[in-house]
């Protein structure tokens, strides 16, 4: 179990005759479950978050669809923006990040934070530890022209950055 949610090989796949078992907003969900399960943590979090969402209790089991699951791993990584920039921000939607930084084991999380030398109090929680090494990460700048350039220099040369290191090139291997 990570995240508070169960997954498995058929991560999306549920008893077929099953529904979601929460409630959206006064509505009770009509979609198939799958295997991700509604969790004392993942209850937490959607109270914390204040999504208006709760479980039916005349449903009897606790799993919730993938829209659901998604929409709770979102609001747990959503970026939150100061509610005078929401107009004047001209970056791309970044509600959903690609990196899950709560499903990193604690000593990648540790590591980070040591090479980095990010800034917390002593003992933080996985998901403390989390929060602020996705906050350290989203305010690292990205010159992304020269990303781009480099990438596709790469890909052109069938390069890789660490032969780059090495000092190893490309066209000699």
């Not at 449903?59 to 920039?85: G, L």
């Amino acid at each position: 179990m990570n995240n508070g949610f169960s997954t498995g090989e058929e991560d999306s796949r549920g008893n077929s005759d099953q529904i979601c078992c929460l409630v959206d907003d006064g509505d009770r969900c009509r979609r198939p479950a799958g295997n991700a399960s509604y969790s004392k943590r993942v209850q937490k979090t959607v109270a914390q978050r204040r999504l208006k969402l709760n479980i039916d209790h005349q449903a009897r089991h606790t799993y919730i669809c993938d829209y659901h699951k998604n929409m709770i791993q979102c609001a747990r990584t959503k970026q939150r923006r100061p509610k005078d920039s929401e107009d004047d921000s001209n970056e791309a939607d970044m509600d959903c990040p690609e990196i899950d930084w709560y499903q990193l084991q604690v000593n990648t999380l540790r590591r980070y934070k040591r090479h980095y030398k990010v800034p917390t109090r002593p003992g933080l929680n996985k998901a403390q530890l989390a929060d602020a090494i996705q906050k350290h990460f989203k305010s690292l700048p990205v010159n992304e022209k020269e990303i781009m350039t480099y990438f596709i220099y790469m890909v052109k040369t069938n390069g890789n950055k660490l032969d780059q290191k090495n000092g190893i090139n490309s066209d000699s291997v």
